[in-house]
């Protein structure tokens, strides 16, 4: 997969290539020698997402800024990512940030960015760096010089260092599977993890080196939630890997029970648009757990129907790949659910989510998804597994005596499932219930309990 290296060494992050979008141009200078990696890692409707890769073929830079014009009148740049993007008319330019800005003889540097387009999206032919036209080649000059001292120095060198500072670092700041799913570190089974020993330390490393999803809500601010979600897309994009976020601020949220709340019925798509600006490459969205299958069940929902398709068209916009939440198998029957899937419709969201936050096992949870699945012509759909290890015992608020379930993976096979994910995070709280703090809140007795039942 991809290669990432600490803020502390140059930036080097491998592009997650999408089959039919990928599209490379390279070039460098006569003066200094360069070379650009202009990469369209994905593409949606009229968004994409774009990764640029310069690597210093001359002298040493201490800063470097590379430009570009678009071929298209209509490509933009809308928000980037490890530099600093400006533009006038087609015409861009992008400027290090300080840290990525040194690059010595052979080092590289790379910023994503997330564009749009209308009509088609040509790859850019042409890039400067420093004012001074890339060809991807060495001057003339170079050979003439660097043979006596680079052959003595660069060997030397290279080998000494390098294996003895990455494989020290990257497994403490960010380890991830050999899968395809993102393990989140921002979160509060990771600090728990790190702070413990012992036996402790191994039954949360089962937790928080498992790859769980990021949920973002109206407890922060908009721009906050914004940024959350930028940080936590563009981490995963960056290490070529997938991370599921949940969308979780629906007016009436949870029906004023636990986790009761959300945001204003006059604020929701703003707050959406909002949130949605934040995506970068193709996370999975999880919309609206218990949403759709508290419908009507209270008052303060609004529209909550039309709520939920203005979310699936604004999030599947900016590149996110939209589950609408559709419960459980003991909560709705398969016709019900069926129905009101329907009612907020497919146009943008690829499928549904089953059992976030709940204990069905996952062989009567893709029982039932199968039967909805059949029912809407094949739509996919994704399974939490994160606590459904011992099943139900009847109960949703801090059960005890469960287990973690199911390892997260994606899946491509004849069924319509498409992922086991952790979408509720295990050990943080279902709320005040049973014993347990406030919904989210930390509660590292059930987390080692979950662990330590766990069958892997």
């Given at each position: ?74 490509q933009k740049v809308q928000q980037a990512w490890n530099a600093n993007v400006t533009s006038s008319g087609s015409r861009i330019s992008a400027s290090s940030v300080g840290w990525n800005g ?181 996370p999975i969205v999880i919309l609206e757990p218990d949403a759709l299958a508290q419908l009507g069940d209270c008052n303060g929902q609004g529209d909550r129907v039309g709520f939920l398709k ?147």
């Open positions: 997969m991809s290669a990432r290296r600490t803020v502390s060494a140059l930036l080097s992050v491998a592009a997650l290539s999408v089959a039919g979008l990928t599209a490379v141009a390279s070039t460098a200078s006569a003066a200094e020698g360069c070379r650009v990696d202009y990469t369209v890692q994905s593409q949606w409707n009229t968004g994409f997402q774009g990764d640029v890769k310069i690597t210093n073929l001359g002298s040493p830079l201490s800063s470097w800024t590379v430009a570009w014009t678009f071929p298209s009148g209509s040194s690059l010595g003889t052979g080092a590289s540097a790379q910023f994503g960015f997330i564009g749009e387009y209308s009509g088609s999206n040509p790859v850019p032919s042409s890039f400067t760096v420093n004012g001074v036209a890339c060809t991807g080649t060495v001057p003339t000059q170079e050979p003439t010089q660097e043979p006596t001292q680079e052959p003595t120095q660069e060997p030397t060198q290279e080998p000494t260092q390098e294996p003895t500072e990455e494989p020290t670092q990257e497994p403490t700041q960010d380890p991830q599977p050999s899968g395809d799913l993102y393990v989140d570190v921002e979160n509060q089974s990771y600090a728990a993890w790190q702070a413990a020993s012992g036996s402790t330390k191994d039954l949360l490393a089962k937790i928080a080196l498992t790859p769980q999803s990021v949920w973002i809500g109206n407890w922060n601010s908009p721009s906050v939630s914004q940024q959350q979600m930028r940080d936590a897309t563009s981490r995963a994009s960056q290490a070529g890997k997938t991370v599921s976020v949940v969308i979780y601020a629906i007016p009436g949220r949870d029906c004023g029970s636990h986790s009761g709340g959300g945001v204003g019925e006059s604020e929701y798509a703003q707050w959406v648009d909002t949130v949605a600006r934040g995506i970068v490459g193709r203005y979310a699936a068209k604004s999030l599947t916009q900016a590149g996110g790949r939209v589950y609408i939440d559709a419960g459980h198998s003991g909560w709705l029957s398969v016709d019900t659910a069926v129905n009101r899937l329907n009612q907020i419709g497919f146009e943008y969201a690829v499928g549904f989510a089953l059992n976030t936050s709940n204990y069905q096992t996952t062989s009567a949870s893709q029982q039932y998804g199968e039967q909805i699945s059949q029912r809407l012509g094949g739509k996919g759909y994704v399974i939490d597994t994160s606590r459904n290890g011992n099943g139900s015992n009847g109960e949703w608020c801090n059960p005890r005596g469960r287990a973690l379930g199911d390892k997260p993976r994606l899946v491509n096979d004849s069924t319509g499932l498409d992922a086991l994910l952790w979408v509720k995070l295990p050990g943080e709280s279902d709320g005040s219930c049973n014993g347990g703090p406030a919904a989210g809140q930390w509660w590292q007795e059930i987390a080692l309990e979950l662990a330590r039942n766990a069958k892997w």
